[in-house]
């Protein structure tokens, strides 16, 4: 189990493969790569500042994970969280989880990437032609936090 | 009995996250306050921050969308505080 907040990009393809190791294990791997976009809301956006409350993030994923884990026969799940300044296309976030079918690996990765969303500390600040503004929490991550 | 039972004050160290710290124009604070021997809630940290008026009566307004961490854990305006606790105020966050 992994939880890193970091500035800098991630190789998916190097993750899942160390994530995976010579376990044998393993049978499914599911992961979630979330990417930005270049519009929000229907205006421009160039650039994002995601910051997040340091001790506190890193507890919350923490915390996410070790729920997965409990609610979901899974054998490994990985977080990757970068933070600072990102542009469109960049990766955000990854999620990969491990265990021997697919069916309880999909759903720990939703599990997952549905608290992250309402649980843990990060805001994400846009720069569009208009100006910076902050991203605004939407009610449907908390009815699909809810689900669970 | 802990200390804090009977302690006439409670200071806590206070952090203002993303779009709040931005609108409160600070970081982070120590702020006390006067308890006279009950248990000391976040409610009472909200109080006096309320009580500067301003962005701070407004931004922190009953039913405003501001979550709150004690101690790096989210939690509700009702939990109890003591001395040395850190209280974060923070809007709904926006990761992922």
Redesign the interface.
């Known amino acids: 189990m992994a939880v890193r907040v970091q500035t800098e990009d991630f190789d998916v393809g190097h993750e899942l493969a160390a994530l995976r190791g010579n376990d044998g294990r393993i049978g499914a791997i599911a992961s979630f790569v979330g990417t930005m976009r270049d519009v929000n809301d229907g205006v421009q956006v160039t650039a994002m500042t995601l910051e997040h409350y340091p001790g506190m993030t890193e507890k919350s994923l923490d915390a996410i994970v070790a729920d997965a884990r409990a609610r979901f026969d899974v054998l490994d799940v990985l977080i990757i969280h970068r933070v600072g300044k990102l542009r469109p296309t960049d990766q955000i976030v990854l999620v990969a989880v491990t265990g021997a079918h697919r069916g309880e690996a999909f759903d720990a990765c939703r599990f997952v990437m549905d608290f992250l969303k309402t649980q843990a500390p990060f805001w994400k600040k846009e720069t569009t032609p208009a100006g910076e503004r902050w991203v605004e929490a939407r009610e449907s991550d908390d009815e699909a936090a809810a689900r669970w | 009995m802990p200390d804090s039972f009977l302690a006439a004050t409670v200071a806590v160290h206070v952090?203002y996250?993303?779009?709040l710290r931005e609108t409160l124009g600070a970081t982070e604070e120590t702020v006390t306050v006067k308890v006279d021997g009950r248990d000391a809630t976040v409610e009472d940290v909200v109080a006096a921050l309320v009580s500067r008026g301003g962005a701070w009566a407004s931004e922190l307004a009953t039913g405003r969308?501001v979550r709150v961490?004690v101690n790096?854990?989210?939690t509700k305006r009702s939990a109890a505080i003591r001395s040395g606790d850190e209280v974060?105020f923070?809007?709904?966050?926006?990761?992922?």
């Open positions: 952090v996250l993303a779009r969308a961490a790096h854990a989210m974060a923070f809007p709904p966050v926006t990761g992922g």
